[in-house]
C-alpha cells in the first residue's frame, strides 16, 4: 500500500485548495450580501448563507476529506483508459444523492437551454446543479501509472477510449443520479434532432436504465422546439423509450417552443408547473 503522496504533501495541498475556496467565498459572499442589502430582503440573505455555508463544508470535505480520497482512488496510479464505471463506487458510497422527488431533471442534447432554466428557476434540479457535479462539470483530470498525482492535461479524452476516467465518472454519477429519481421526473430531448431520444446517449444508455418504478411514478418528456421543427412527440424513437422504462412508470410527452421556455424562466412569477 504506497497509493498515498506523502501526508505533509497532502496536507499542503488541503490547505491551499480550502483556503482558496474560502476566500472565493467570501468574495461571493460580499458581492450577494452588498446586493441583499440594496434589495433590503432578509430571506434572500438567509438562504444564501445557509447554503453557502453547507457548500463550504462540502468543499472542504471534498478537498481534505473521505470523498476526496474516495475520488482519488478510482484513478490514481491507473492507466486512464482503464477506469471503468465501478471505479467510482466508493465515491458514491461516500457522497451519496439526496433524492430529490418530483424535482429531478435530465437532459439530453439541450445542455445550455436546460442550465440556463434551472439556474433561473428553483424548481429543477440537474446533475450538474448538485454539489458534486458542479465542481466537476467541465474539468478533466486523469491518473498516470507509477505516479499518485491528479493530472489536468494530456488526459484522453471524451471518445479516445470508452473506459477513461471523467467519461466513466460521468457514467456513474449518471446512474446513481437516475437511481435516486423519485416521484416524476422530467427530461428534456431536442426537437431540432430527427432522432430525440437515443439509446447510445447517456440518458438513453445509462439514465433511463437506471430508473426505478419503486421510488419513481413518472417520466415526463419535455421535447424543446425550435423555429424549424423536426420532430414531434409522435417520434418513433420515443416507443423505444417507452420499452426501455421499467413497467409501471407512466410516460408522458410533451412539445415546448424554447421561446415559451424563455418566457417562463425570465417571469419570475409563473410556477414551474405551468412552464408546460
Ligand atoms: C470497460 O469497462 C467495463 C466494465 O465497466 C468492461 O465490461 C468493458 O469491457 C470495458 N471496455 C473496454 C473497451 O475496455
Ligand atoms: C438541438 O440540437 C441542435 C444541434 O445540435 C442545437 O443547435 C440546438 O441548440 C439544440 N436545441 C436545444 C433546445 O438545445
Ligand atoms: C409529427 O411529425 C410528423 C412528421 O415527422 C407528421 O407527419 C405528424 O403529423 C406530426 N404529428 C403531430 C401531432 O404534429
Ligand atoms: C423518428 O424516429 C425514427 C426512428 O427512431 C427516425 O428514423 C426518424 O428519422 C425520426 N424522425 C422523424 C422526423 O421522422
Ligand atoms: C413547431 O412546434 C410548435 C410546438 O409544437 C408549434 O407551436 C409550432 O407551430 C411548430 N412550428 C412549425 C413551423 O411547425
Not at 445542455?111 to 448538485?130: G, I, M
Not at 478533466?140 to 476516467?165: H, L, M, Y
Amino acid at each position: 500500500m504506497e497509493s498515498r503522496p506523502p501526508p505533509k504533501r497532502r496536507t499542503k495541498r488541503c490547505l491551499v485548495l480550502t483556503v482558496a475556496a474560502v476566500l472565493l467565498l467570501i468574495v461571493v459572499l460580499g458581492v450577494a450580501l452588498g446586493v441583499a442589502l440594496k434589495r433590503n430582503s432578509e430571506p434572500f440573505k438567509k438562504t444564501f448563507i445557509d447554503r453557502y455555508s453547507a457548500e463550504l463544508s462540502m468543499i472542504f470535505q471534498i478537498h481534505c476529506g473521505k470523498i476526496w480520497t474516495a475520488f482519488e482512488q478510482a484513478y490514481v496510479r491507473k492507466d486512464p483508459c482503464k477506469v471503468p464505471m465501478e471505479a467510482y463506487d466508493p465515491l458514491m458510497a461516500a457522497a451519496p444523492f439526496k433524492p430529490a422527488c418530483n424535482r429531478m431533471m435530465f437532459w439530453s442534447k439541450t445542455k445550455e437551454v436546460v442550465h440556463d432554466f434551472t439556474a433561473k428557476k428553483d424548481c429543477f434540479l440537474t446533475l450538474e446543479d448538485t454539489l458534486l457535479g458542479s465542481v466537476l462539470d467541465g474539468l478533466t483530470w486523469c491518473g498516470k501509472e507509477g505516479s499518485s498525482d491528479t493530472f489536468t492535461a494530456g488526459c484522453p479524452g471524451w471518445t479516445d477510449c470508452d473506459n477513461n476516467t471523467v467519461r466513466s465518472f460521468w457514467n456513474r454519477v449518471s446512474a446513481a443520479f437516475a437511481d435516486a429519481a423519485c416521484g416524476d421526473a422530467t427530461v428534456m430531448l431536442n426537437g431540432s434532432l430527427a432522432t430525440p431520444f437515443s439509446p447510445y446517449s447517456i440518458f438513453g444508455s445509462i439514465e433511463v436504465k437506471n430508473f426505478n418504478s419503486q421510488r419513481m411514478k413518472s417520466l415526463n418528456v419535455v421535447l424543446i422546439t425550435q423555429e424549424k421543427n423536426v420532430s414531434n412527440c409522435s417520434n418513433a424513437s420515443f416507443k423505444d423509450l417507452q420499452k426501455e422504462l421499467d413497467g409501471g412508470i407512466k410516460y408522458n410527452c410533451k412539445e415546448v417552443s424554447e421561446a415559451q421556455l424563455q418566457w417562463c424562466s425570465s417571469s419570475p412569477e409563473t410556477p414551474c408547473g405551468s412552464c408546460w
